[in-house]
Protein backbone atom coordinates (compact mmCIF):
# COMPACT_ATOMS: atom_id res chain seq x y z
CA UNK A 1 0.00 0.00 0.00
CA UNK A 2 0.99 3.82 -0.90
CA UNK A 3 1.95 5.76 2.15
CA UNK A 4 0.59 9.22 1.41
CA UNK A 5 2.08 11.04 3.96
CA UNK A 6 5.53 9.81 2.58
CA UNK A 7 5.11 10.56 -0.98
CA UNK A 8 3.98 14.21 0.55
CA UNK A 9 7.04 14.51 2.73
CA UNK A 10 9.49 13.90 -0.75
CA UNK A 11 7.42 16.60 -2.31
CA UNK A 12 7.83 18.75 0.88
CA UNK A 13 11.64 17.98 0.80
CA UNK A 14 11.97 18.87 -2.70
CA UNK A 15 9.68 22.20 -2.46
CA UNK A 16 11.93 23.21 0.42
CA UNK A 17 15.12 22.57 -1.60
CA UNK A 18 14.13 24.66 -4.34
CA UNK A 19 12.31 27.33 -2.18
CA UNK A 20 15.79 27.67 -0.63
CA UNK A 21 17.57 27.98 -3.78
CA UNK A 22 15.30 30.80 -5.01
CA UNK A 23 15.71 32.47 -1.40
CA UNK A 24 19.56 32.62 -1.79
CA UNK A 25 19.89 33.22 -6.03
CA UNK A 26 20.23 36.59 -7.56
CA UNK A 27 17.14 37.67 -9.26
CA UNK A 28 18.46 38.15 -12.53
CA UNK A 29 20.16 34.36 -12.70
CA UNK A 30 15.94 32.90 -12.39
CA UNK A 31 15.35 35.04 -15.46
CA UNK A 32 18.03 33.87 -17.19
CA UNK A 33 17.99 31.14 -19.75
CA UNK A 34 21.06 29.38 -20.40
CA UNK A 35 22.57 29.14 -23.91
CA UNK A 36 21.23 25.93 -25.72
CA UNK A 37 18.09 26.08 -23.36
CA UNK A 38 14.62 27.32 -23.86
CA UNK A 39 13.71 28.14 -20.42
CA UNK A 40 14.59 29.34 -17.38
CA UNK A 41 14.84 28.36 -13.01
CA UNK A 42 11.61 30.61 -12.36
CA UNK A 43 9.78 28.87 -15.69
CA UNK A 44 10.68 25.22 -14.23
CA UNK A 45 10.18 26.16 -10.57
CA UNK A 46 6.47 27.35 -11.18
CA UNK A 47 6.14 24.28 -14.06
CA UNK A 48 6.49 22.23 -11.36
CA UNK A 49 3.91 23.84 -9.21
CA UNK A 50 1.44 23.58 -12.15
CA UNK A 51 1.66 20.12 -13.29
CA UNK A 52 1.04 18.94 -9.50
CA UNK A 53 -1.96 20.88 -9.71
CA UNK A 54 -3.20 19.80 -12.88
CA UNK A 55 -2.43 16.46 -12.41
CA UNK A 56 -3.42 16.31 -8.97
CA UNK A 57 -6.85 18.28 -8.53
CA UNK A 58 -7.66 18.95 -12.35
CA UNK A 59 -7.61 15.64 -13.55
CA UNK A 60 -9.76 14.89 -10.17
CA UNK A 61 -12.23 17.44 -11.49
CA UNK A 62 -11.29 19.63 -8.37
CA UNK A 63 -9.97 23.55 -8.89
CA UNK A 64 -7.04 24.00 -8.39
CA UNK A 65 -5.03 26.23 -5.98
CA UNK A 66 -3.34 28.38 -9.36
CA UNK A 67 -4.74 31.52 -11.22
CA UNK A 68 -5.22 30.58 -14.63
CA UNK A 69 -3.18 33.38 -15.73
CA UNK A 70 -0.28 31.38 -13.50
CA UNK A 71 -1.04 27.86 -14.90
CA UNK A 72 -0.79 29.27 -18.63
CA UNK A 73 2.83 30.55 -17.53
CA UNK A 74 4.18 27.72 -16.86
CA UNK A 75 1.82 24.91 -18.77
CA UNK A 76 3.75 22.18 -20.94
CA UNK A 77 4.56 24.16 -24.14
CA UNK A 78 4.63 27.68 -22.70
CA UNK A 79 8.26 29.64 -22.68
CA UNK A 80 9.15 32.97 -21.10
CA UNK A 81 9.45 34.12 -24.36
CA UNK A 82 5.58 33.81 -24.69
CA UNK A 83 4.82 35.41 -21.21
CA UNK A 84 2.88 38.79 -21.21
CA UNK A 85 3.67 39.38 -17.79
CA UNK A 86 7.43 38.64 -15.50
CA UNK A 87 6.24 36.13 -13.24
CA UNK A 88 5.97 37.21 -9.47
CA UNK A 89 9.25 35.46 -8.14
CA UNK A 90 7.17 35.99 -4.35
CA UNK A 91 4.08 34.12 -6.03
CA UNK A 92 6.31 31.28 -6.87
CA UNK A 93 8.23 31.07 -3.64
CA UNK A 94 4.58 31.26 -1.77
CA UNK A 95 2.72 28.48 -3.89
CA UNK A 96 5.86 25.89 -3.79
CA UNK A 97 5.09 25.19 -0.28
CA UNK A 98 1.10 26.35 -0.06
CA UNK A 99 0.09 23.97 -2.67
CA UNK A 100 1.98 21.18 -0.51
CA UNK A 101 0.33 22.27 3.01
CA UNK A 102 -3.34 22.09 1.09
CA UNK A 103 -2.73 18.75 -0.96
CA UNK A 104 -2.13 17.61 2.52
CA UNK A 105 -4.50 18.78 3.75
CA UNK A 106 -6.77 17.91 1.04
CA UNK A 107 -5.73 13.99 0.90
CA UNK A 108 -6.94 13.78 4.79
CA UNK A 109 -9.91 15.51 4.22
CA UNK A 110 -10.69 12.54 1.24
CA UNK A 111 -11.86 15.12 -0.86
CA UNK A 112 -10.26 13.24 -4.07
CA UNK A 113 -12.61 10.36 -5.24
CA UNK A 114 -13.40 10.93 -9.01
CA UNK A 115 -10.04 11.01 -11.44
CA UNK A 116 -9.63 11.21 -15.18
CA UNK A 117 -6.43 9.07 -16.10
CA UNK A 118 -3.79 9.84 -18.78
CA UNK A 119 -0.90 8.70 -20.25
CA UNK A 120 2.54 10.65 -19.08
CA UNK A 121 5.16 10.84 -21.76
CA UNK A 122 7.27 8.23 -20.41
CA UNK A 123 5.44 5.38 -21.52
CA UNK A 124 2.60 5.09 -18.76
CA UNK A 125 -1.13 5.61 -17.47
CA UNK A 126 -1.60 7.77 -14.16
CA UNK A 127 -4.81 6.18 -12.70
CA UNK A 128 -5.43 8.07 -9.72
CA UNK A 129 -4.65 10.94 -7.27
CA UNK A 130 -1.83 8.69 -5.60
CA UNK A 131 -0.14 7.81 -8.99
CA UNK A 132 -0.39 11.03 -9.89
CA UNK A 133 1.14 12.40 -6.79
CA UNK A 134 4.23 9.66 -7.51
CA UNK A 135 4.63 11.21 -10.87
CA UNK A 136 4.57 14.47 -9.85
CA UNK A 137 7.52 13.62 -7.53
CA UNK A 138 9.70 11.75 -10.47
CA UNK A 139 8.53 14.81 -12.31
CA UNK A 140 10.12 17.32 -9.79
CA UNK A 141 13.17 15.54 -9.64
CA UNK A 142 13.42 15.71 -13.05
CA UNK A 143 13.19 19.62 -13.18
CA UNK A 144 15.36 19.83 -9.92
CA UNK A 145 18.05 18.19 -11.92
CA UNK A 146 17.91 20.25 -14.78
CA UNK A 147 17.44 23.54 -12.24
CA UNK A 148 20.68 23.11 -10.61
CA UNK A 149 22.36 22.31 -14.51
CA UNK A 150 21.04 25.81 -15.18
CA UNK A 151 22.67 26.79 -12.19
CA UNK A 152 26.14 25.60 -12.82
CA UNK A 153 25.47 26.94 -16.11
CA UNK A 154 24.60 30.91 -15.30
CA UNK A 155 27.65 31.13 -12.53
Avoid at 20 to 43: D, M
Avoid at 86 to 105: A, F, G, M, R
Amino acid sequence: MINERFECEILRASRTRLLQLLETSNYEILFKIPEGFNNNIIWQVGHCITSQQRHMYMRSGLPMYISDEFMESFKIGSFPSCWKITPDVNEVKHLLIHTVNQLESDLESGIFVNYEPFALPIGFQVKNHIEALQAANYHEAEHSGRIFTYLRLLL
